[in-house]
């Protein structure tokens, strides 16, 4: 068995994209590929886990879940027949190479959700009151499934007027309430619809993973693809960020240095039509899946493109304008490490500077890591390090909120720049076999005062540079609780190198190992917890390891003998000075607020159908945020000038001032769409369910707590690193 030599450590969330396979490649043979995957699972997972009777219990309840989340459209009785069926043959099924399961189970929910759809249409004809005290569930993950068709119609007929509620509400003057909620479930049916034989496997084989750890994964030929993507930061492609738009694939951002925005024709607004290769003939777009629009822009380097498309600009409905442009590689710089230097005016007229790097993820050109240019984590931060020190930074702030991980091998080099050499981290094998990682060379490329800031969303690699870190008492550890807590190893297996003459297989990405502290601890379930605790929305109980299914539990080894640095930290001494103005901080007592609303929301888990009730809740939200605008509105700005450093500026004499951009909604990292990152789940949410969202960004975008009491605990840092404080002061502080 012959496997890549890619190691990751790479969270769930930032591990399932989708991107479009190369046209015109041969359909996997998914007996074998099915087989082989349960094989691998059997046999080299972690786990030690057999292919048995009670992984296919589990295997189908999962799968089950997946295709109907929120228990909806299936009924008890189809789970029941499901369960006689299924429940104890799907090891031997996959053993013996058969996927048809999946797709049987899939056709009979595409059937559910097309009959339901059908019923849902003739509900909106109906006249919706919203009178008195009824109330809908919101999230039905935990509901038990519809008894039968009657249960299920009752519970979609308040689902439904929900949905009426909430587009009612929302007052809009284009849109009725009936048309947005039918196009809805129209686009549901149409991708049900669209799902191709290798999408519905893969997502089977997927789950079949997920039974064994979360973090297990098969990834289809397209998604292997998307996985490279996002390890090297680029692709070939045009450059352009597609979003979809009344059934056009619409441009909604153009990659500055791309082919796209180098040719200049294309513009933001502008929705493609049809798209043809070369000198071929167009192929309409409208209405098709936005990913099949992407496989088709995408290409080989140097290939021609053609877009046909309808002018953002225009006011001739029948207007097209078609664009030919040549595909070549696109780097995806926003995802790049990329660094801030604040300045801040102290009492006695001098400014201190704090570097501040921002890592979105531990990224690496695995493919090419043996050439000069490869992409590297390890060489971007470097080189933004050098600037900093240029610029005689003052203290450090290393910024992994919301970093999922990658790289082991970067995780341990990056470490390796603010540490003597040592080991890292460890990695225990199934049999035991434990193998130390480390970082052999002795020089340190900053070695001032630092601290790392983090999240429920910084996962693994990102746990294994603050646990470090941490026990080498080289940084003080801010932000969340604890960190996600992934602390397992995964390796990617190329099913086409075990499988003869086949290609487009995919492969397996299989936890083998799992990690563990220099200190003994696992980061595996508990993550690394926090010096200095910071609140926030992120630090929910719904958010981490714990709160997936089947997560591998916590355990410890034999510590390491290691090196911790001699400069003290005095984190009893910041947690004390920290916890004094985070008391005394109206925006912190506003997360704490909202923190307790959500958390009481999601305990009651049901909104009223109750128009009355419902304006009393939308003006009592709106009469808070307004309160604190307006309160907000009284306070000075901030005196501290902020500068950007980037590697595509880091070289250059004068540094340049950052320009804050207008806050835009999220897009999928690494891919020229706009899509979600997972395969969509299964109906459409009501607005309500978007809720804690809102709350998320309710501050405008230059309010960030967090980063103004990070940036006060490192001065604090600094400080103390200068005048080390005496017990006297301490109680002062306190007392303040």
């Known amino acids: 068995m012959k496997k890549t030599s890619c190691i990751l450590l790479t969270s769930i969330a930032a591990m399932l994209t989708v991107v479009p396979f190369v046209t015109g490649a041969p359909e996997p043979d998914f007996r074998k590929v099915a087989s082989n995957v349960g094989n691998l699972l059997e046999t080299a997972h972690f786990s030690k886990r057999h292919l048995d009777d009670s992984v296919s219990k589990q295997f189908l309840k999962n799968y089950l879940e997946r295709l109907d989340y929120n228990h909806l459209f299936f009924t008890q009785k189809d789970v029941d027949n499901f369960t006689a069926k299924y429940a104890t043959a799907l090891d031997d099924d996959i053993s013996a190479g058969n996927a048809k399961p999946a797709l049987e189970i899939y056709e009979i929910f595409k059937k559910r959700v097309e009959d339901r759809v059908a019923k849902v249409k003739e509900s909106l004809k109906e006249k919706y009151e919203f009178s008195g005290t009824r109330s809908v569930e919101l999230r039905r993950d935990k509901s038990p499934w519809p008894k039968d068709a009657a249960d299920a119609d009752r519970i979609w007929r308040d689902r439904v007027e929900g949905e009426m509620l909430d587009r009612t509400l929302m007052n809009d003057k284009v849109d009725a309430p009936v048309k947005v909620i039918t196009k809805r479930y129209d686009q549901l049916l149409r991708n049900l619809r669209e799902q191709t034989e290798e999408e519905i496997i893969s997502t089977f084989l997927t789950i079949l993973a997920e039974t064994y750890d979360p973090h297990s994964e098969y990834m289809s030929r397209s998604q292997l693809d998307s996985f490279n993507i996002n390890m090297r930061l680029s692709l070939v492609g045009i450059g352009a960020v597609l979003k979809e738009d009344e059934g056009y694939a619409n441009i909604r951002e153009l990659v500055v240095g791309g082919p796209a925005s180098k040719d200049g024709r294309l513009k933001v607004g502008d929705r493609v039509c049809a798209v043809a290769q070369g000198d071929e003939p167009f192929v309409e777009t409208v209405d098709m899946r936005l990913d099949k629009v992407v496989e088709m822009i995408r290409g080989k380097k140097d290939t021609i493109v053609r877009l046909k498309v309808i002018p953002v600009n225009t006011t001739d409905p029948s207007e097209r304008k078609v664009i030919e442009i040549k595909r070549s590689e696109v780097k995806l710089t926003e995802q790049e490490a990329k660094a801030e230097i604040i300045e801040r005016p102290k009492a006695d007229g001098t400014v201190e500077r704090i570097g501040w790097i921002i890592l979105p993820s531990f990224y690496a050109d695995m493919e090419r890591s043996r050439k000069a240019d490869a992409k590297s984590t390890t060489k971007d931060v470097l080189i933004l390090l050098e600037r900093l020190k240029k610029e005689k930074i003052d203290g450090l702030v290393m910024d992994l909120r919301r970093n999922g991980g990658g790289s082991l091998e970067e995780a341990v080099n990056l470490t390796g720049l603010f540490i003597k050499s040592g080991c890292v981290v460890l990695a225990k094998d199934t049999e035991g076999r434990t193998t130390k990682l480390k970082d052999n060379d002795p020089s340190v490329a900053y070695?001032?005062?630092?601290?790392?800031?983090?999240?429920?969303?910084?996962?693994?690699?990102?746990?294994?540079?603050?646990?470090?870190?941490?026990?080498?008492?080289?940084?003080?550890?801010?932000?969340?609780?604890?960190?996600?807590?992934?602390?397992?190893?995964?390796?990617?297996?190329?099913?086409?190198?075990?499988?003869?003459?086949?290609t487009g297989a995919g492969a397996l990405k299989l936890t083998i190992q799992k990690f563990y502290r220099?200190?003994?601890?696992?980061?595996?379930?508990?993550?690394?917890?926090?010096?200095?605790?910071?609140?926030?929305?992120?630090?929910?109980?719904?958010?981490?390891?714990?709160?997936?299914?089947g997560p591998l539990g916590y355990d410890t080894i034999d510590a390491v003998p290691y090196d911790k640095a001699e400069k003290p930290l005095f984190v009893q001494e910041l947690k004390q000075k920290s916890t004094v103005r985070v008391t005394g901080?109206?925006?912190?007592?506003?997360?704490?607020?909202?923190?307790?609303?959500?958390?009481?929301?999601?305990?009651?888990?049901k909104v009223s159908l109750n128009e009355k009730a419902r304006k009393s809740e939308v003006e009592e939200e709106k009469a808070r945020k307004e309160g604190r605008k307006a309160e907000r509105a009284k306070h000075k700005g901030s005196e501290e000038k902020v500068f950007s450093v980037t590697l595509a500026n880091a070289g250059k004499p004068e540094?340049?001032?950052?320009?804050?951009?207008?806050?835009?909604?999220?897009?999928?990292?690494?891919?020229?769409?706009?899509?979600?990152?997972?395969?969509?789940?299964?109906?459409?949410?009501?607005?309500?369910?978007?809720?804690?969202?809102?709350?998320?960004?309710?501050?405008?975008?230059?309010?960030?707590?967090?980063?103004?009491?990070?940036?006060?605990?490192?001065?604090?840092?600094?400080?103390?690193n200068r005048t080390p404080p005496t017990p006297a002061e301490d109680k002062t502080a306190l007392k303040k």
């Open 447 to 502: 070695d001032g005062p630092m601290v790392v800031l983090a999240n429920k969303l910084s996962a693994s690699a990102s746990e294994i540079f603050a646990a470090a870190l941490q026990d080498y008492n080289r940084a003080a550890i801010v932000g969340d609780t604890s960190t996600f807590g992934k602390g397992t190893v995964q390796t990617m297996v190329d099913i086409g190198n075990i499988i003869p003459m086949s």
């Open 518 to 549: 220099v200190s003994g601890g696992s980061t595996q379930l508990r993550g690394v917890v926090s010096d200095i605790k910071l609140p926030s929305l992120w630090d929910q109980a719904d958010i981490g390891e714990s709160a997936l299914k």
């Open 585 to 605: 901080d109206q925006e912190f007592k506003w997360i704490m607020e909202d923190a307790e609303r959500i958390k009481k929301r999601v305990a009651e888990n």
């Open 655 to 720: 540094l340049e001032p950052k320009v804050d951009k207008k806050p835009e909604v999220a897009v999928v990292p690494g891919k020229d769409s706009a899509t979600p990152a997972e395969t969509p789940k299964t109906e459409p949410k009501t607005a309500k369910e978007d809720d804690d969202a809102d709350d998320e960004v309710d501050a405008p975008a230059q309010v960030d707590p967090i980063r103004r009491e990070t940036l006060n605990i490192v001065a604090d840092l600094i400080q103390f």
